[in-house]
């Protein structure tokens, strides 16, 4: 079990379930059913929670218990609830129906295919130069070993500097430099969860993530974004929290991958609260904080709001920047750092001391790479929206105000089938499933717009040939939910 969902909270979930499609020819209760089916799939309700009791969601929901009652004994029939006298019903998938996720995600290096498993930018042209420039600047550091378990201090400096320019006030010995963002997770996890310690995520989430947290053989608890509105449900958030207490919590604020939302302040404070009440951790992944568009203003930082060293940040180079640089950091406390330093001599010693001074240079030169970083985002965004509006319609899709994703709801669970499919004409697909746990999700896309546009233009245009011709082979083809082993 991973917690209970109150009668309020699932009402809110269930929205307007009156107006569901097809909602005429069905009875109450087999259309209060159907909803909560459908949460259960878009991963807005995880599995293994406990329902409200029947009468305390009919008082929530104004309606009669016994359509309440008539409901959950449907849904015990699908194998959508599992339920025992006196303790309550969970939810479930029927024939108990989990699908792994390796997490494993690499591009393909086939060049005729449109990679839109990948949500990266090509490198900058001023990659080059920064990297000229680093290579005369090495000499300074030949002379001694060139390990440095938490970075060359000029990196440290420039990082540190950043976060100060967002409003974070941060010292060198703060930072700690690593070979990326998911290395940064990767030592942050091995300090801080022992084997089997309880994390909580967001779902969908980024998949690399969850492969972390794998390796830790960490128990995961989710909490459903939203596709449309603001995406974070406060209460059930902050509920969960509360709920289960979990070690530690995994979020990505802004624009999260894969959704492209952006937590408002309010939230942030919020969260942060309530997990030091909790005595949760937060590990919060910056990853796209570099990438508002058109002109979207920032929050603040998570760790603002931290007064008990809860927030470890996260971030790197790879999503404004370059991914090949394998260049990241970790924010925390300058013993925690020093922790980590211990643990990652353990692990690779040290990162690279000439991508580090690529990076030195890179970051110097950071508003006329990062404006232009935007502003090809902005102008690749509006192209695939575009281009989805134009060839498939019926997908629904809300506009990110960052980031390098947007999150297409899709006409159908169809999403592993697409994405298969799509292989086929030479388009590679992150389904919605890979951003979950339990196979959910399949009626979600993520599609990075990281690519020129006339390639996102020519992938919508080839996905969408697929679409209708899943239609046309009938449903054998999509009906066997996808395993992802
Ligand atoms: C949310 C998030 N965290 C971490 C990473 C990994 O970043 P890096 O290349 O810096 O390791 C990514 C890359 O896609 C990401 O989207």
Redesign the pocket.
């Known amino acids: 079990m991973t917690g209970e969902v109150r009668g309020v909270q699932l009402a809110r979930l269930l929205g307007q379930w009156h107006a569901l499609p097809g909602r005429r020819r069905s009875p109450d209760y087999a259309a209060l059913a159907g909803a909560v089916r459908g949460l259960l799939a878009d991963g807005r309700l995880p599995l293994g929670v406990r329902l409200p009791a029947e009468r305390e969601l009919a008082e929530a929901l104004r309606i009669s218990r016994t359509t309440v009652t008539a409901a959950y004994r449907q849904l015990r029939e699908t194998g959508h609830l599992a339920s025992r006298r006196g303790a309550g019903s969970w939810t479930m998938l029927p024939g108990n129906h989990r699908v792994a996720s390796t997490g494993l995600?690499t591009p393909l290096d086939d060049r005729e295919m449109i990679d839109l498993g990948?949500?990266?930018l090509a490198a900058p042209p001023q990659l080059l130069t920064a990297a000229r420039a680093a290579a005369e600047d090495l000499p300074r550091y030949l002379g001694g070993a060139g390990y440095h378990p938490t970075g060359i201090i000029e990196l440290r400096e420039a990082v540190a500097d950043g976060y100060t320019a967002r409003g974070l006030p941060t010292s060198a010995d703060q930072i700690m430099v690593?070979?990326?963002?998911?290395?940064?997770?990767d030592l942050v996890l091995r300090l801080a969860l022992a084997p089997g310690g309880s994390v909580l995520v967001e779902s969908p989430?980024?998949p690399?993530?969850l492969a972390a947290l794998a390796g830790r053989r960490a128990r995961i608890t989710t909490h459903g974004l939203a596709a449309d509105s603001g995406g974070w449900e406060a209460d059930l958030l902050l509920g969960s929290l509360r709920q289960t207490r979990p070690r530690l919590a995994y979020l990505?604020p802004e624009f999260?991958?894969p959704t492209g939302h952006l937590m408002p302040a309010p939230l942030r404070e919020r969260v942060v609260a309530a997990a030091h009440a909790a005595g949760t951790d937060l590990i919060v992944?910056e990853?796209?904080v570099d990438l508002p568009l058109d002109g979207t203003e920032l929050p603040p930082p998570m760790a603002t709001f931290d007064r008990h060293s809860r927030v470890v940040s996260?971030?790197?180079?790879?999503?404004p920047y370059w991914?090949g640089l394998?260049?990241?950091w970790v924010r925390a406390s300058a013993p925690q750092v020093q922790r980590l330093a211990a643990v990652r001599v353990g692990v690779d010693m040290a990162s690279p001391v000439l991508d580090q001074l690529v990076a030195v240079h890179l970051l110097a030169d950071a508003p006329a790479i990062v404006g232009d970083r935007r502003a090809q985002l902005a102008a690749q965004r509006d192209a695939l929206l575009g281009a989805l509006a134009h060839r498939l319609p019926d997908w629904r899709v809300t506009a990110p105000r960052g980031g390098?994703?947007l999150w297409a709801e899709l006409d159908g669970p169809v999403s592993s089938a697409l994405a298969r499919a799509a292989e086929e004409v030479g388009v590679r697909l992150a389904p919605g499933p890979r951003f979950g746990l339990d196979g959910t999700l399949e009626r979600f896309l993520r599609l990075p717009f990281t690519l020129p546009a006339a390639d996102l233009v020519e992938a919508v245009g080839r996905i969408a040939g697929v679409r209708y011709d899943l239609d046309r082979a009938g449903r054998q083809r999509w009906q066997e939910p996808a395993v992802i082993a």
Do not use: E, P
């Open positions: 995600w990948v949500a990266a690593t070979s990326g963002t998911q290395h940064a997770l989430t980024y690399n993530a990505i999260q991958n992944d990853s796209f996260i971030g790197g180079m790879s999503k991914g394998r260049i990241g390098v994703t």
